[in-house]
Every structure is written in C-alpha cells, then in structure tokens.
C-alpha cells in the first residue's frame, strides 16, 4: 500500500461558519413553525403550508447539519490521519490544519489504543482509571503520532555465543514515516515493533559474548576478534537498529536509534562470574607487580655492580633477589632483620 495524502483543502473554517448560519436558520425555522401551528390551532384557520414546509425543511436542515459535523478534522503538527470511505483508501491528512473531509470518510487507525512502554509510559506508574481514560481518548481519536518516540521493552534472557545466560534490554528510538504501510500492511505496528525488537536483539546478542573471549568470531570474516556486548556496545546498537530497521521497513517506520539500557548476568551465574572476575583481576594484579618487582631486582643488581658497591657471587646474589622478590611482591609490609655479624 502506498501513502497518498488527501488532496482536499483546507475548507474547515468556511464550513463551520456555514454549519453555525444554517444552524441558526434551521432554529428559526423550526420555531416558526410551532409558532405558528400553536396560533391556528387558537384561531381555528387553516395551518399554511409553506410554515409546514419550513417546519419539515428545519428538521431535514438539521439532521444535514449533524452529518456534515463529523467532516471536520483537526490536525495537530506531527499527527496524521489515515481516511477510509466505505472501506477504500482514499489518503492521509499530514499537515496541520482545520480540515472539512467527506462526512462518511472515518479515521483508520487499529493501533489506537495500544500501549506499549512508549514514550511518557516507559517505567511509569499511572492510576488504571487514567490508563483506560487514555487508551479510550487515543481509540476515539484514532490519530497516528509521526513524532519520534521511544520504545522500551522489558528485560530478556538471551544465550551469549559462549551460551552463558545474560539479561539485556534495549531503548528503540523510532517513528512513523508511511502512514498507509503502518496501518494497512501489519495488523498492529506498535506490537509488530515491539515483537521485532525482541527478535532483532536475541538475532544479534547470540552473537557475541559477555566479556572479550578467544577464538571468537563475531563479524562473520572467519577471524577471531574482540568485539563483546560489554566492550563494543556502540557497534552492537548499531547492528541492533539495522537489524531491527530491515525487519519494520515494510511496515512504514524508521528507526532512529538503538540503545542498550541494561546489561549483566543472569542472578543464576552471577556470583560465579563475579568471582571469576575477581580472579582475573587479582591474575592481571599479581603479574603486573611481579614484572615491577623483577625490574626493581636487576636495577638494584646492575647498579650495586656498577659503583663496586660489594661484590656478590651468584649464590649471594640469588638469596638476594629472593628477599627482595619477597619483600616487593608481598602483602604484608616486610620486617627487617638487622644482622651485626659476617655475612658468612
């Protein structure tokens, strides 16, 4: 379905002006009427005919009247309206204005009422009877919001590449750019987003893995890389709108922007991993300090040989290297031992 916008003009304020005169006639003319049935009916005379006539052309005058009331149509900038006569398409009002359409064209629209943690909803709490008052204005108005607007789906348990079990949830940033696509060729675009999101994330986190692991692949070239949902985040979004983007193009919207809004481990695993994070960084800790403490050790060495401060053999200078290993790499402050007598 292609999108066509309505082409009539904008004949609302003309219209209303008209509808109020002929409103004013028809009142007039109705009470006319009776006025004058009550004054023959007291006069004994014949009732004329041209105030029965006037009497019956008020009331067909006001039933027009009330037909012609429903083809008024407000549009607010950034809102739409999808017109059907008779179940045909026959366009969309896109621009702000006052508009008088055909009074039996209706407002098409079967996402109306549908809520989904959209926008001014996502992590709100609202009184029930507020939330239906809402859904019920937005089914009433039927209206198609092309403003940007934010989608924020509820946390998911998905399988890394690794197959350890993470939480994720994502922020989608989206609007409306084919009225006719997204009314007409999916039942329900707000579900159909809200569904393809889910896919789109569970497609690209299995992907990749929590943390940066070895021989991993996860841009499909067949070589080993570093890219992990922790690490790379802004090209994991990145993939997630695109994927995102080639599911709902056919359903007329654009996504603007992807964001991860939540990322850890399943409370499952958590502790595990927690502790095997812990036991990576002590490993990085331990190492760095022992490469310190090596150089501190051959500096020492190298200097004491080169002022001829003392001389070592290998066996001095071996138990040397072992104190002061122990004393640079250890966790506890050293304490010395003075020796007054000969070194042998």
Known sequence: MKEKIYTTKKFGIPMLILVILLFILTTVGFFMGIAHFIDADDNGTDVNPLYICMFIASIVMFIVNCILCGGFKLINPKEAVVLTLFGKYKGTLKDAGFYFVNPFCSAFNPA???????????????????????????????????????????????????????????????????????????????????LQCDAALREIVRVYPYDVSQNVDTTGDGIADEGSLRGSSEIVAGRIKDEIQKRVGEAGLEIVE??????????????????????????????LIVDGAVGMVQMALESLSENKIVDLDDERKAAMVSNLL???????????????????
């Open 326 to 344: 122990v004393v640079l790499c250890g966790n506890h402050d050293a304490q010395p031992v003075v020796n007054s007598g000969s070194l042998y």
């Open 112 to 194: 109306a009422g549908t809520r989904l943690r959209q926008s001014d909803d996502v992590g709100a709490k609202k009184d029930p009877a507020a939330q239906a008052q809402a859904s019920a204005e937005a089914v009433s108005s039927k209206k198609i919001s092309l403003k940007i607007m934010t989608l924020s789906n509820n946390k998911q348990k998905i399988n890394d590449c690794l197959g350890n079990p993470i939480e994720i949830s994502i922020a989608v940033i989206w609007k409306v750019v084919d009225t006719a696509k997204a009314v007409f060729d999916v039942d329900n675009y707000k579900e159909y987003l809200s």
């Open 258 to 287: 992807a964001r991860i809004t939540y990322l850890a481990y399943a409370p499952e695993i958590a502790a595990a991993m927690l502790q095997r994070q812990q036991a990576s960084a002590v490993v990085d800790a331990r190492k």
